[in-house]
């Protein structure tokens, strides 16, 4: 490679130039954006903030608290190891599981 290709991907790697992470922050635009609209399209009485998008994708977008952070990201309790986020759209991990399963897994 020239010493000139090297530099361009060098320069896109630090300013961020994938096109991979540029897709990604469209789609979670998009699906936050459908959310709000999902929300406003419900009459006032009836809005709860949170739920699915496309009945796949869950988004919240009440104001996190720590009992629903503590719920979704640290509960060794949990059925799933993928839960909906604190806040935003999509998903995440609930580490307490995953370290429940861990424990069980080594004998611990």
Known sequence: MSRKKHTDHAEKAAHGGGG????????ALALT???VVKE?????AERT???KIASVVPYELRVPTLARARERLWDPDAENVVGP?????????????VT??????IGV
Not at 20 to 27: C, G, I, P, S
Not at 85 to 97: D, E, I, L, P
């Open 85 to 97: 986020r604190v806040f935003g759209v999509g998903w995440t991990v609930n580490m307490g599981k």
């Open 40 to 44: 406003l399209r419900t009459p006032a």
């Open 100 to 105: 429940a399963m861990v424990r069980e897994k």
């Open 33 to 35: 954006a459908a959310a």
């Open 49 to 51: 903030w949170h739920g």
């Open 20 to 27: 991979l992470k540029k897709f990604l922050t469209l789609v």
